[in-house]
């Protein structure tokens, strides 16, 4: 659930990658009728053992400064002019020191740029180790963007929810309402539901019959979603329940439907879990056009 005032943490890349968070973060603002430096604050974190080979050339307080006025000169080239201040500059384990600024700061979110942009070949490298690992511990909710996303061509749609019926996307839909009502925009539900597979039951069910399965297990997501929707008292949202696998049809749909942000779960439970089987919200994140929150 979002808590106080509308904060963002940005984690600085000191590479073309930030581009997109960046871009994002200023218009989230530009959205919610904010100053983006009143309400942005850029973190870039050196890992240690790059903070022990600079120190061979340079005192701790120099190679802070360097790294600051480096980011400054980022947020200046990329915000074209919107106010932001210069980048808190930390030294520390990357994950620990970003999600401790998040903290310290109570933000809506920590906002990251993925690996890379749209064209990417692979899912895996477009994420990147830091993003990925930050959305297994998912201490706070996680905002993963495009590293080429523009502010132009964020989509004029709404806050799209995934959601499974599970009480991660009962929080990531709490989570969602208080951002969109922000950001001035609406909130919509959906839910994928996945058909049997066909191939196993090869010639012993008739196609007619075959067909009228899948129509019961969609009739079945439909009744799931309206037992969500009166259960949490959401009743003025649009829904959607669409036939086929979450994955790639999340990210697909988000792009379709226009939404400015999708929102979705973590949908596992236990930090083991995420370690060992990749999420529908981390494959998506990797894959989608539209920026993904990650709640958890």
């Not at 603002?29 to 983006?36: F, G, H, K, T, V």
């Not at 808190?88 to 310290?104: T, W």
Request: aromatic letters at 4%; proline letters at 5%.
């Amino acid at each position: 659930m979002m808590s106080g005032p509308f904060q963002l943490t940005l984690g600085l890349d000191l590479r073309p990658q930030s581009t997109g968070a960046i871009q994002y973060a200023l218009w989230l603002c530009r959205a919610a009728s904010l100053q983006p430096a009143g309400h942005v604050q850029a973190v870039h974190v050196i890992d240690p053992a790059a903070m022990v080979e600079l120190s061979r050339h340079a005192d701790q307080q120099t190679i802070l400064g360097a790294f600051k006025q480096r980011g400054k000169e980022i947020l200046n080239e990329v915000a074209h002019g919107a106010r932001l201040h210069g980048p808190e500059v930390r030294s520390g384990d990357v994950l620990d020191e970003l999600e401790a600024a998040a903290r310290e700061r109570s933000s809506t979110a920590l906002l990251i740029s993925r690996r890379t942009g749209t064209g990417a070949r692979f899912a895996v490298t477009r994420l990147g180790s830091i993003a990925r690992r930050l959305l297994r511990r998912l201490a706070l909710p996680v905002i993963v963007v495009p590293a080429d996303l523009l502010f132009s061509a964020v989509g004029d749609g709404p806050v799209l929810v995934a959601v499974d019926f599970s009480e991660d996307a009962a929080r990531a839909l709490v989570w969602a309402r208080s951002l969109a009502q922000t950001i001035a925009r609406e909130v919509e539900l959906v839910h994928f539901v996945e058909m049997p597979d066909e191939l196993g039951y090869a010639g012993l069910i008739q196609t007619e019959r075959w067909e009228q399965l899948c129509d019961e297990v969609l009739e079945q997501g439909r009744g799931r979603m309206a037992s969500f929707v009166r259960r949490h008292h959401c009743a003025d949202l649009r829904t959607a329940v669409v036939r086929g696998p979450t994955l790639p049809a999340l990210a697909d749909y988000g792009a379709a439907r226009g939404a400015c942000l999708l929102v979705t779960g973590s949908g596992h439970h236990g930090l083991v879990h995420r370690v060992i089987v990749p999420s529908v919200a981390s494959e998506t994140a990797a894959l989608s056009s539209v920026p993904v929150a990650v709640v958890p």
